[in-house]
Nanobody, 129 residues
Framework: QPQLVQSGGRLAQAGGDLRLYCVAS????????MGWFRQAPGKEREFVAA??????????YYADSVLGRFTISRDDDGNTLHLQMTSLSPEDTAIYYC????????????????????WGQGTQVTVSS
């Protein structure tokens, strides 16, 4: 079973950029569908973005709230999942989690956290206004 180690979260200014990292070990990231979720204080964890495994054409999916601002990508050489965040707003403040979803594909499954079986430890993103 893979293990995920996250980094990159920090305090950022509104309008700024931030890049999150999720390094996987034990299995190639290209062989796993992977996603990013976030949980803001007092709120349930919500879907942010996902990328399907390579056998499903690595299609990407985004929550409406981040579409056009966030980009999910994979670095196969570094076995790392990225989340590039731009035009940050205070509403993006949350703990961000990466997770794996085996060979699940399609927005219906990849936007649902129940399809994910391995989770990173989380990284705090705080956006100040």
């Amino acid at each position: 079973q893979p293990q995920l180690v996250q980094s990159g979260g920090r305090l950022a200014q509104a309008g700024g950029d931030l890049r999150l990292y999720c390094v996987a070990s034990g299995r190639p990231v290209s062989d796993m569908s992977m996603g990013w979720f976030r949980q803001a204080p007092g709120k349930e964890r919500e879907f942010v973005a996902a990328i399907a495994w390579s056998g499903s054409n690595s299609r990407t999916y985004y929550a409406d709230s981040v579409l056009g601002r966030f980009t999910i990508s994979r670095d196969d050489d570094g076995n790392t999942l990225h989340l590039q965040m731009t035009s940050l707003s205070p509403e993006d403040t949350a703990i961000y989690y990466c997770a794996t979803a085996n060979h699940y594909a399609g927005r219906y499954y990849l936007s649902n956290e129940r399809q994910y079986d391995v989770w990173g430890q989380g990284t705090q993103v705080t956006v100040s206004s």
